[in-house]
T-cell receptor, first 112, second 113 residues
Framework: GEDVEQSLFLSVREGDSSVINCTYTDSSSTYLYWYKQEPGAGLQLLTY?????DMKQDQRLTVLLNKKDKHLSLRIADTQTGDSAIYFCAESYGGATNKLIFGTGTLLAVQP | DSGVTQTPKHLITATGQRVTLRCSPR?????VYWYQQSLDQGLQFLIQYYNGEERAKGNILERFSAQQFPDLHSELNLSSLELGDSALYFC????????????FGPGTRLTVL
């Protein structure tokens, strides 16, 4: 199947770390992605990880990939109110980078 | 601003009608993707065009069709509209066929009454 699943909602306090989780199904996915969608806007690519990596860090963002369990997570350090948005993970289905399967999205609410 | 433009921003129409959504990719991008975002289906890939040719197809209904023109803008045609077609339709563009980075437009919100 092509299901990519995420928890629906996460609430954190400003300054705390946020961890958004995702499970995917296609073991042949070459790349896995995290996108951010702010209210009324399109999706913005935050980061991606190649399937042969376990971890990728980019400033406040850390992506962890557990390929055995098909589990992907996004950690946002020092979460700010501006990080409030919906976060989507996506996998490149069938190894093809042009066909992305998106998760259900996690709404991150950051409380001041 | 991603550089991808979509028109119209909002569209309200009736069941059975036909509409056309338009997308202009970022300058220089050859690949255009269409996605549908709805509450029950989430974000679904519909179709990809590259330099005027269809390259990948997702969950696109037969009532829907798309094309990419020589100037690289793209149109998504939705016909025999049903209530369930109400959704946000996003266009995205990328420089090449398999670019990792994809730039999304602001979307067209379609409401079918």
């Amino acid at each position: 199947g092509e299901d990519v699943e995420q928890s629906l909602f996460l609430s954190v306090r400003e300054g705390d770390s946020s961890v958004i989780n995702c499970t995917y199904t296609d073991s042949s996915s070459t790349y896995l992605y995290w996108y951010k969608q702010e209210p009324g806007a399109g999706l913005q690519l935050l980061t991606y990880i190649f399937s042969n990596m376990d971890m990728k860090q980019d400033q406040r963002l850390t992506v962890l990939l557990n390929k055995k369990d098909k589990h992907l997570s996004l950690r946002i350090a020092d979460t700010q109110t501006g990080d409030s948005a919906i976060y989507f993970c996506a996998e490149s289905y069938g190894g093809a980078t042009n066909k992305l399967i998106f998760g259900t999205g996690t709404l991150l609410a950051v409380q001041p | 601003d991603s550089g991808v433009t979509q028109t119209p921003k909002h569209l309200i129409t009736a069941t059975g009608q036909r509409v056309t959504l338009r997308c202009s990719p970022r300058s220089g991008d050859l690949s255009v993707y269409w996605y549908q975002q709805s509450l029950d289906q989430g974000l679904q890939f519909l179709i990809q065009y590259y330099n005027g040719e269809e390259r990948a197809k997702g969950n696109i209904l037969e009532r829907f069709s798309a094309q990419q023109f020589p100037d690289l803008h793209s149109e998504l045609n939705l016909s025999s509209l049903e209530l369930g077609d109400s959704a946000l339709y996003f266009c995205a563009s990328s420089a090449s066929l398999d670019s990792l980075d994809r730039f999304f437009g602001p979307g067209t919100r379609l409401t079918v009454l």
